[in-house]
């Protein structure tokens, strides 16, 4: 290869994007560069073009995957997929994390599918509230976070020239039809204005239509079954099993009143042409004795994708690398921005071909650090093996974005005599080891990224990428408690829970477990055979260990001087086996919430369990006994051991062995027993979907709820059993719950069941637009939320209110109401 060197400040780094304005979440930055044919052939895929896309959606699970999966993979587009909101207000189907812990999860799984898709991922971060009738009430809910300024604040710095979202006009969701009313403002407003493609209604004929069935030929799949591999990481959101469910066989989409193509037409580098001819001219570049000008630099871009040779591919890329770094340099100082991050973003395919092409591997010496307080800061070995035909220089050029703010590089060692850099001839190996620490002040986190931004020079070219190197921060000793908080009866009663130990391996501990809590509680083993105080071995070899205890709570545990419960706290630490000795510091505090309510103690309680917890632990904490129903406890054991069995909510979702039991269950309450069942999903319940009906009489659901968390209650029957006992159900007690009253109300049921509530749901009216006034809408007033029925001898009781959401709150209230549902009607205590 023979090139001529022109440009002295083009052998500057490339850098995949890390620092932004917005917080992104780019594929290359979760792992060390790829290599191999895969990635250099997508790396040339993408060299061949500057489109830029964005994919607008509102929810982590939203249909987006298949989109952006053939525009990045098929066409090689750069893609960044907005997410409105976090999805922090859906239901979870596999655990009791609601909220904010839901909101963390449901992040990691979102990045882990942008992964499989290779592409960018962006959160707008509006707040998921759950679901909305109309589009105005989730704008008035958003107004604090200003959406529509954030919305053209990322089109405004990302300047995308396609944007799609699979949502459209009429979305039943207000949440998904408020942010495309947004999106479709917003690209209002942006000049110039991208294409635009929408979702298509069903029956709606599309103008666009992207195949899914199409084979990825470098991965051996199609789209769609890459797709649903991306859609099954949203684990939390219950993805559907199979693939003809999950993810449809082609994507239609829809553009008004506009050319109707996807690729056609749009901007890109080639719209300045005639200034780069000039440039070129310019700068006389010369390739293998060859003038450099548009027409070659187009026709090499172009066939790249077709160069599918390793490495002698990696030899063009460095030469177009050389030649794009001058004309971007050009672009700069001619203030065409646009076009400088065109060739950007091309450059920074080219680099990471050669990076692919050229035979340099790269991986940590682990896969994970423990960062252990007191101890010396880490030595990161960064382990490097040349299998191609270039010498390489690789070195290590400083931390970026907020690993500059958390850490500072304390040491550095390379191989060949540089401290800096490590130099590899082909065939070589090689190390560099970085030493770094947490600047002074900077509180530690459970687990911290360093992202460190390298170069490799090959060829008289330096390219950049980045490497992320995550650590988990281990203190010497931590101690967490489970449950940690819960509601507990005002009147006292003996609690359980456990607390778990944990340290580094290595460390030997032992001390004394103490509490620090109101006056009169009392700490004690939970086996009568252990003894107290209670001693923690934590040997050398283990890193952690569960500790089973029970608390004593005096009777009427409130502070004298206050007239109503108040929260009261219990610390556990570990002190010295000795007097002078000492234990490391650590602590943990349980909160426990006091309720005055009446419990029937002595009621057993089967639980058929779902995939919530948040009840079973209320239950438990009240000091009710709970007995959890699993196959073989269903299928053979008498179920007239218990008072009560309570399915819990959406338990017949994935346990196919509770419908074939659901004939046991019924005749467990015409024998006498009393079944209560709590909301379902109609495709989970109904007698078409399950095959059997586990109700006494006729009852369907459908899919109406009521939304909001303030909606009216009326109570039909007052003096019903449902409401007075063990406990008097006030109308404080509909207060201060959140996110939603009722999921899959009933839509058709018998006249045998006895209505116990009215709800009336109340939304606000769409607007013409996203700033017009408030105007309430209210609906039909609801009355199934709460049935109950006589079956023979037992009792009924099916409860479309979402209790484990209220309860995961410590709502007084919930639990009051919780506990009158699993009460017998002819409950008086003993048997």
């Known amino acids: 290869m023979q090139i001529r060197r022109w440009f002295t400040a083009a052998a500057g780094l490339i850098l995949a994007p890390v620092l932004c304005a917005t917080p992104v979440t780019h594929p290359s930055e979760s792992e060390t560069p790829r290599t191999g044919l895969l990635a250099f052939r997508q790396a040339l895929l993408d060299a061949a073009t500057d489109t830029r896309v964005l994919i607008v959606a509102t929810h982590p699970d939203d249909p987006y995957r298949g989109l952006a999966l053939v525009l990045r993979r098929r066409y090689g587009m750069r893609v960044r997929v907005l997410v409105a909101t976090r999805g922090e207000g859906g239901q979870n189907a596999v655990g009791s994390e609601l909220g904010a812990e839901l909101r963390e999860i449901r992040t990691a799984e979102t990045e882990r599918a942008a992964r499989i898709l290779d592409v960018e991922l962006q959160f707008l971060d509006l707040p998921d509230f759950g679901y909305c009738r109309t589009a105005a009430e989730a704008l008035d809910r958003w107004r604090q976070q200003m959406p529509l300024t954030r919305l053209r604040q990322v ?54 239509s992207l195949d899914l069935e199409a084979l990825i030929r470098d991965l051996g799949k199609t789209y769609r079954e890459v797709a649903f591999e991306a859609l099954q990481q949203h684990v939390t959101q219950a993805p559907p099993s199979s693939l003809e469910e999950g993810i449809d066989p082609q994507i239609q989409l829809r553009q008004e ?36 000008d548009s027409a070659w630099l187009r026709r090499n871009l172009s066939k790249l994708p077709e160069t599918y040779k390793m490495p002698e591919g990696s030899h063009r890329c460095l030469e177009l690398l050389t030649v794009l770094r001058g004309l971007r340099a050009r672009a700069s100082a001619a203030g065409d921005t646009d076009l400088a991050d065109r060739l950007q973003q091309r450059e920074d395919a080219l680099g990471r071909a050669v990076l692919a092409g050229i035979g340099i591997h790269l991986r940590f010496e682990e896969a994970e650090t423990e960062w252990i307080e007191g101890q010396p800061a880490p030595v990161q070995t960064l382990l490097v093996s040349n299998s191609g035909s270039w010498p390489v220089a690789i070195a290590v050029d400083r931390l970026a974005a907020e690993s500059s703010q958390r850490f500072q590089q304390i040491g550095m060692s390379g191989t060949n005599g540089d401290p800096h850099v490590v130099r590899l001839r082909p065939g070589d190996k090689g190390q560099l080891a970085i030493q770094v620490d947490r600047r002074p002040g900077i509180r530690p986190r459970a687990t911290e990224t360093l992202v460190m931004v390298c170069s490799i020079e090959v060829r008289g070219e330096k390219i950049g990428f980045a490497v992320r190197r995550r650590f988990k921060d281990m203190k ?20 359980r829970f456990s607390l778990r130990f944990r340290k580094p391996r290595g460390v030997a501990i032992s001390g004394l477990l103490a509490m620090s809590g109101p006056l009169g509680c009392r700490l004690m083993p939970e086996s009568d055979l252990d003894k107290a105080p209670i001693r923690v071995d934590l040997p050398a070899e283990s890193t952690d260990r569960q500790v089973s205890v029970r608390v004593s709570l005096p009777r009427d545990w409130r502070r004298p001087d ?82 009560t ?11 196919e062995d509770l419908r074939s039991q659901v004939g046991r269950l019924l005749a467990y309450v015409r024998r006498g027993g009393h079944l209560v069942v709590l909301y379902h999903k109609d495709n989970e319940f109904n007698v078409d979907a399950v095959g059997d009906r586990l109700a006494p009489y006729p009852l369907t659901l459908g899919t109406e709820r009521i939304t909001r968390e303030d909606a009216p209650v009326r109570v039909l029957l007052p003096k019903h059993r449902l409401m007075t006992t063990p406990n008097v159900i006030v109308p404080a007690d509909w207060d201060s719950w959140v996110q939603e009253r009722c999921l899959y109300l009933p839509a058709v049921y018998s006249d045998k069941y006895e209505e116990i509530l009215s709800m009336r749901e109340v939304s606000m009216r769409e607007s013409p637009g996203i700033a017009a006034p408030k105007r309430v809408l209210e609906f039909a007033p609801q009355r199934g939320a709460l049935l109950y029925a006589t079956y023979e001898k037992g009792s009924y009781v099916y409860c479309a209110l979402v209790l484990h959401r209220q309860l995961h709150n410590y709502h007084h209230g919930a639990a009051r109401l919780l506990v009158n549902l699993i009460t017998p009607p002819r409950w008086k205590g003993g048997r």
């Open 645 to 655: 069995i309570l399915v819990d909510s959406r338990a017949l979702r994935r346990r």
């Open 562 to 643: 206050q007239n109503a419960p108040r929260s009261v706290f219990l610390t556990f630490k570990l002190e010295p086996l000795q007097r002078g000795g000492t234990v490391p510091r650590a602590h943990c505090i349980v909160q426990i919430d006091p309720v005055r309510i009446q419990v029937p103690h002595g009621v057993r309680i089967g639980l058929l369990k779902g995939p919530d917890e948040t009840v079973q632990r209320t239950l438990e904490s009240l000091g009710l006994q709970v007995g959890l129903l699993d196959e073989d406890t269903v299928a053979r054991e008498s179920l007239d051991n218990y008072d």
């Open 257 to 292: 009143g506009k050319t109707n193509s996807l690729y056609e037409g749009l901007p890109s580098m080639w719209s300045w042409e005639t200034d780069i001819s000039a440039w070129l001219e310019a700068l006389g570049v010369e390739v293998d004795d060859q003038q450099v």
């Open 476 to 495: 010497t000793l931590e101690i967490e408690a489970s449950p940690g908080r819960f509601l507990a009866d005002v009147n006292g009663k003996e609690q």
């Open 155 to 208: 089109l405004d710095d990302y300047r995308p020239d396609l944007v799609l979202t699979p949502h459209r006009p009429g979305e039943p969701h207000g949440q998904k039809r408020a942010v495309f009313h947004l999106l479709e403002t917003a690209i209002g407003l942006t000049s110039p204005r991208p294409r635009f493609f929408r979702g298509v209604a069903k029956g709606e004929k599309g103008s666009l």
